[in-house]
C-alpha cells in the first residue's frame, strides 16, 4: 500500500485529463456537426451530380406532313473544373484537334466561369470523334459528354419563315430561370414564336457519384428527377413544294412570294429573296456564318421582305381604293371617270398610260387608269357626306385599316413590320390642319405617296378580296403537338367594313387584268385567275414590280403578293411570277416552261 | 470475501459490455464503410468486414483463454512476454513485410500480423511487473533509467520500422509513471513543450521568446517567493524554453520528414490544399459535418460509401461514424470511450496488488492516447497520425491486442479478491 495510498489524488486529475479531452471532442463535434453548414454542402458537392437531360426539340412539317426542321444528335463535351485531374493532355488534345495551349486556356475559362458547375469545352464534337473519346473518357476525371441535338434541314427553305437558334444570352438568362447558360433558344422565325412549344421541358437527373466520378446511383432513388419531355412538333401551314418552287423562281432576284389560302389565312410560301441555306446557321457553324450574311451588305440575306419590306402598293391599291369608293358612295359600278392620258385638277397633273375613255369600274382595274381613282379618292375624300376632308379621310382611313394595312397582325410571325396608312395627324403636321384636302394627298388614290404596305399585307389583301370581305390572320402553324392544338386567334374571321356585294365588280375587273388587261401575258388558259399589277415608285432606283393574285375567281384557293424590285412595271416580272406561283399549287405542273425558263434565269441582282 | 470459483466471477461486466458494445458497433461501421451492393453477405470474407468477423471471434476465443488461465501467470511471465515480443520487433525488421511504406507486418498466409500491436500488452506487463517490485521508487533515478529504457526501446524499435503512430504510443506511459509518483512538473513539461513546438512553428520566435520571458518575470514577481533559488529555476525555465523554441525549426526541418511536416503544416493551417496533404483531414471533415444531428442513417453515409475518405475502415473510421450516426451517435462513442477509460481508472485504484494497478493505468493511457490521436485526427484538430481506434477500426492486429491487453486486466481484477 505504500505508493498506493500516497498518490492516489492523482487519478482524479488523470480522469479530469480524460474528460477534459472528451469536452473538447464533444464541442468540435457540435460545431461541425450542428453549428456549420459548409460541411453539409461540401458533402454535396462531393457526392452530387446534376444532370440535365435535355429534351428533344419539337419537329417542324409542311402541311402535308414533309419534315421541314429535323433533329441531329450532337455531342458537346463538358468539363467540371474540379474534377479533372492529371491526364494525357497530349492524347486528349489529339483527339480533340486542339493543341496544348487551347486545352489551358479553355480549362482556365471553366476554372473561371465555376469550378464547381461544368461548362461546355468543345460544342458539337463530330461522331467520329465523340466514339473514340467516348473509349478513353475514364482516363479523363472532370469530363463528360453532353447529348444534345442540333438542328437539320433536309430541304433546306424557309429560312426566314422557320428562323434559327442559338445559346440564350446573358439577359435572357437573367430574365427566364428555365435557361441556364449555353441553352439553345428560338431567335427568330417560328422557333423564337413558338418557342415554348418546340423547347419541350428539361429534364434533371440527380447522381451520386463517387471519388473517382463514376456514377453510383440515382440520388434518393431518383426522387428528385425529372424526366425531360420533347418539345410539340408542329404542322405548318407551308407548303414545302410551293415554297421550294417559288425560291427558286426568285433566286437571283431581290423581292418576296407570299402565298396564302385566303379561307383560312394559312400562309402556303413566304419567299424572301436573297436568302441563306438554314444549314449555315446551325450549332458550332452559327457564330461565323452569321457575321458573314450579316456583313453581306449587298445582298442583306438575313432581312426577311416578305415581312419587314415596306413598299408604296402602287396600282394593286386601286382594287382597296375601288371597294372602299363603293362603300363611301362616291362611286358605283356604273361610274365613269374620262382620261386625257391623265387626271388635272387645280393645277395638279397625274399621268396614265393610252386606253380607252372613259371607263367604268370594271374596266378601270383592268386597264388601271390612274385618271379614274384620282376622280373616285378625290370624291371619297372630299365630298363623301362628311363634314370636311379630314372626316373623310378618317372613314378613309378606316376601311382601308380593315383590310389588315397599316398594322402588324396578331399573327404567329417575327419581326413583323406595320406598314404605313397615314394618319390624318400626319397631314395636319405636314400641312397644317385644315389646309389640306383629296387633292393635296391624291397619291394615295394609286397607292403611291406615304401608303407603305409589307408583302403579307399585299397577300392579304388578295385574300380579302377572294374572300369577298373577310380574312382570317396570316399564320404560318396550323397544329402545335399531335393532338392539333389550334390557336384560337386564327379561327376569328375579320370581315372588312366594305360589303361583300360590292367585290364583285373589282373581282371582275381583276379577272379581266387576266383576260384582257395589263396582266393578259401572264394569264393562265383553263383556270380562272383575278389579278392586279402594280409598280411601287422607287426613288433610289428602277422602280419595284408589284403583282398581286388570286385564283380560281371563284371559292378561290391560293392569294399570291410578288414584289421584285428593281424590275420596273409589274407584268414583266412580278406577274409572271405569281402566275407560276398558282398553277404549280393548284395544278401541280407547269404548262409554260418557256416563262418558267425564264423566271428561273432571270438576273436582276445588278439592277437598281 | 468471496474467492473466485468459475471464471466468470467477478467479473466486471460493465467492461466487458463497453467492449462488447465498442467491437459490435465498431464492425457495424466497418460494415458500412465498405458496403458494397455486390457483397451484402456478412460472412463474405473477401470483404473487410468478414474478415473483421473472423477476427472479432478469434478475439473472444483469445479473451477466454485469458480469463480461464491464472491470473498469475501474466506478471510471472512479464518479462519473457516482453522480450518474445521485443525479439520480434527486431526480427519483422529483417524479415517482415512492407505496407504502405512501413516495415512492420509478418505475412501468414493470407493474413498479416504487426508485432508492433502486440509490444503495447507486453511493454505494459513489463512495466508494471518492474514498478509493482518492492523497494522500487519511481523518483530514483535507476527506476526512471529502467522504466525509460522498457519503453524507449519498443518505440526506437517501431519507429526504425516508420511506424510513427505506434511508436509514440509509448510517450502515453508518462500518465502511468504520474500516477505512481513520478513529479507532476514532467506531466506539465511534456504539455508545455508540446504546447511551444506548435506555437514556435506560428508566431515570430522573438515574440514569442519575449512572451515566455514576460509571463515568466510576471509569476516571479507576483507569485513565487523572492528566493535566489526560484530566480534561478525561472531563469533557467526561460533560458531553456528559448532554446528549444529555436531549435524547433531545426527539428521541423532536419528531424521530421516531409510528410510529418506536411500534416503538421495543414494543421496549424500554414496550409490550404485540399486535393494534397489536406485532402484527407478535410474529406474527413466534410463526412463528419455531413451527418448532422441525427446522422444519414446507417449504410446511408455517400462519403464514405463512395470512398471521399481514405482509409475509412482503418484510420478514419470515425468519420463513418460522425457521418451515419451523427453528433448523437459520436458523441455516444465518445461517452462509450470516456467511461470505459474512467471505469479501468476506478478499478484500477480499488486494487490491492501494484501490479494490476499499474496494468489498469497503463491499459487506460493506451486507450486514452489511440482514442485522442484517432478521433482528434478525424476532427482536423490534431495532426494525421495513422493509428487505429480501439476495437472500431479494421484490422487484426490491433483487435487481437487490444482484447488482450483487455482482458489480461479483466482476468487481473476478477482475481484480486483472491488476494490478501
Known sequence: ?608 | MREQRTIFDNIDWQLVFLYFALVLFGWMNIYAAVYNEDHKSIFDFSQQYGKQLIWIVTSLVLALIILITDAKFYSAFAYVFFGLVMFSLVAVLVIGNKTSGAQSWFEIGAFKIQPAEFAKFATNLAVAKYLSMQNINIRQFRTKVVVGSFLIFPLLAILLQNDTGSAIVFVCFVFVLYREGLSGSVLLMGVGLAFLFFMALLVEKFVLIGVIAGVSALVYYLVMKKTRKNLIIISAIVVGASGFVYSVDKIFTDVLESHQKDRINVLIGKEVDPKGVGYNVNQSKIAIGSGGFMGKGFLQGTQTKYDFVPEQSTDFIFCTIGEEWGFVGSTIVVFLFLWMMVRIIIISERQRSDFTRIYGYGLASILFFHFTINVGMALGILPVIGIPLPFFSYGGSSLWSFTILFFIFIKLDSYRLNLL
Open chain 1, 1 to 608: 500500500m505504500r505508493i498506493n495510498t500516497r498518490h492516489q489524488d492523482r487519478s482524479y486529475i488523470i480522469i479530469a485529463i480524460f474528460a477534459f479531452v472528451a469536452v473538447v471532442f464533444i464541442l468540435r463535434l457540435f460545431y461541425i456537426q450542428v453549428l456549420v453548414d459548409k460541411y453539409k454542402l461540401s458533402a454535396e458537392n462531393n457526392v452530387l451530380r446534376y444532370v440535365t437531360i435535355y429534351p428533344d426539340r419539337g419537329l417542324i412539317f409542311d402541311r402535308n406532313g414533309k419534315s421541314l426542321v429535323e433533329n441531329e444528335a450532337s455531342y458537346d463535351l463538358m468539363v467540371t473544373p474540379r474534377h479533372v485531374s492529371e491526364l494525357d493532355t497530349l492524347e486528349f488534345c489529339d483527339l480533340l484537334g486542339i493543341d496544348t495551349a487551347a486545352f489551358n486556356k479553355r480549362l482556365t475559362e471553366a476554372k473561371n466561369y465555376s469550378m464547381y458547375k461544368s461548362s461546355v469545352f468543345e460544342k458539337e464534337i463530330p461522331k467520329e470523334v465523340y466514339a473514340r473519346f467516348q473509349e478513353k473518357l475514364y482516363k479523363y476525371n472532370g469530363f463528360y459528354i453532353q447529348r444534345r441535338t442540333v438542328r437539320r434541314y433536309p430541304h433546306n427553305i424557309a429560312p426566314h419563315l422557320l428562323g434559327y437558334i442559338g445559346e440564350v444570352n446573358a439577359s435572357i438568362v437573367e430574365k427566364d430561370k428555365y435557361y441556364k447558360s449555353g441553352d439553345y433558344i428560338g431567335i427568330s422565325g417560328i422557333e423564337k414564336t413558338y418557342e415554348k412549344y418546340l423547347r419541350g421541358r428539361k429534364g434533371l437527373r440527380i447522381m451520386m457519384v463517387d471519388v473517382f466520378n463514376r456514377e453510383k446511383g440515382h440520388y434518393k432513388e431518383g426522387r428528385y428527377d425529372t424526366i425531360a419531355l420533347s418539345g410539340f412538333n408542329l404542322t405548318t401551314t407551308i407548303d414545302a413544294i410551293l415554297q421550294e418552287y417559288g425560291e427558286k423562281l426568285m433566286q437571283n432576284k431581290k423581292g418576296s412570294i407570299v402565298a396564302i389560302e385566303p379561307a383560312t389565312g394559312e400562309i402556303l410560301a413566304m419567299v424572301s429573296s436573297p436568302a441563306y441555306n438554314p444549314s449555315d446557321l446551325v450549332g458550332r457553324k452559327l457564330r461565323e456564318n452569321f457575321s458573314k450574311l450579316q456583313n453581306d451588305t449587298a445582298r442583306i440575306p438575313l432581312y426577311n421582305r416578305a415581312l419587314q419590306a415596306q413598299y408604296p402598293p402602287g396600282s394593286t391599291f386601286k382594287t382597296i381604293n375601288a371597294l372602299v369608293g363603293q362603300q363611301m358612295g362616291v362611286i358605283n359600278i356604273n361610274t365613269r371617270f374620262g382620261c386625257a392620258h391623265g387626271f388635272t385638277a387645280g393645277g395638279l397633273h397625274v399621268g396614265c398610260h393610252g386606253h380607252a375613255s372613259p371607263l367604268n369600274l370594271v374596266q378601270s382595274i383592268q386597264h388601271s387608269c390612274n385618271a379614274w381613282y384620282c376622280n373616285a379618292f378625290w370624291a371619297m375624300i372630299d365630298r363623301s357626306g362628311y363634314k370636311n376632308s379630314h372626316d373623310g379621310f378618317v372613314a378613309w382611313r378606316n376601311h382601308i385599316m380593315s383590310f389588315g394595312f397599316g398594322k402588324k397582325f396578331d399573327d404567329d410571325l417575327s419581326n413583323e413590320y406595320n406598314g404605313n396608312i397615314p394618319t390624318p395627324e400626319y397631314y395636319d403636321k405636314y400641312h397644317g390642319a385644315g389646309r389640306w384636302k383629296g387633292l393635296t394627298i391624291i397619291s394615295l388614290s394609286i397607292g403611291q405617296g406615304e401608303v407603305l404596305v409589307t408583302p403579307l399585307q399585299l397577300a392579304n389583301g388578295a385574300a380579302v378580296i377572294a374572300n369577298r370581305g373577310y380574312y382570317y390572320i396570316p399564320h404560318v402553324v396550323k397544329r402545335i403537338g399531335d393532338k392539333g392544338f389550334v390557336d384560337p386567334r386564327f379561327i376569328e374571321k375579320h370581315v372588312t367594313t366594305v360589303e361583300s356585294k360590292y367585290y364583285d365588280p373589282v373581282v371582275e375587273g381583276m379577272n379581266l387584268v387576266m383576260e384582257a388587261g395589263t396582266g393578259h401575258r401572264a394569264n393562265l388558259k383553263g383556270i380562272p385567275m383575278c389579278g392586279k399589277t402594280g409598280t411601287a415608285q422607287n426613288p433610289h432606283g428602277k422602280d419595284h414590280s408589284i403583282f398581286v393574285l388570286f385564283a380560281p375567281m371563284d371559292n378561290p384557293k391560293i392569294a399570291v403578293s410578288v414584289i421584285v424590285e428593281n424590275s420596273g412595271f409589274g407584268a414583266t416580272w412580278a406577274a409572271p411570277i405569281a402566275s407560276l406561283m398558282v398553277e404549280k399549287y393548284l395544278t401541280d405542273t407547269i404548262t409554260r416552261p418557256d416563262m418558267e425558263k425564264r423566271m428561273f434565269e432571270g438576273n436582276l441582282m445588278g439592277a437598281k
